[in-house]
């Protein structure tokens, strides 16, 4: 299952990271590029990816990781996911986990009327995604260095 999760974890990620290669090429983003079915499709399409890693990591892989180190509950709630992933050093902050969290939330509605407001949160799901990315490797090298993977 952690294998497994892992993997659809790199096929999203590397995914994303070419819908992200695109947009920070633009070099900023404006509100005009809602009105271009190509930019939206690529903004559109780093949105989802953005939101379904963020879910599948924060959701599924702390949880197998934790399973597999002897360290979950089935009684633990997603925050205490998170405090004990930051305890054993997995994540540098839980709090800063649940901003990617509150960020995912933002993002999983609709445009909003207030296209700066959207262009804001996408400019932080950017930030963001280097950030998970960096994340990720991180566990996958802890988890290869300790042959769980």
Same mark, same amino acid.
């Given at each position: 299952?952690l ?14 990271? &070419?819908?992200?290669?695109?947009? #920070? ?7 005009l590029?809602f009105?271009?079915?190509? #930019?939206?499709r690529?903004? !559109? &399409?780093?949105?989802f990816?953005?939101?379904k @890693?963020?879910d599948?990591?924060?959701? #599924? ?5 934790? /399973?597999?180190?002897?360290?979950y ?5 997603? @925050? !205490?996911?998170l405090?004990?992933?930051e305890?054993?050093e997995?994540i540098? /902050? ?20 207030d296209?700066?407001?959207?262009? #804001?949160d ?5 930030t963001?995604f ?6 990720? /490797? /991180?566990?996958?090298?802890y988890l290869?260095?300790?042959? @769980?993977i």
């Amino acid at each position: 299952m952690l294998k497994e999760t892992i993997e659809i974890l790199d096929l999203n990620i590397k995914r994303a990271r &070419s819908d992200f290669l695109e947009i #920070k090429s633009w070099n900023e983003l404006i509100p005009l590029f809602f009105n271009n079915d190509n #930019k939206r499709r690529v903004i !559109d &399409s780093f949105i989802f990816r953005f939101i379904k @890693i963020q879910d599948l990591m924060g959701e #599924k892989l702390f949880k197998e990781i934790l /399973s597999t180190l002897g360290e979950y509950k089935r009684s633990m709630s997603f @925050i !205490d996911v998170l405090d004990k992933m930051e305890q054993l050093e997995l994540i540098n /902050s839980a709090n800063k986990w649940n901003d990617y969290r509150e960020l995912r939330n933002e993002l999983s509605h609709e445009y909003p009327m207030d296209e700066d407001e959207t262009i #804001k949160d996408i400019t932080m799901a950017l930030t963001a995604f280097g950030e998970i990315e960096i994340i990720f /490797s /991180s566990l996958k090298k802890y988890l290869q260095n300790k042959s @769980i993977i």
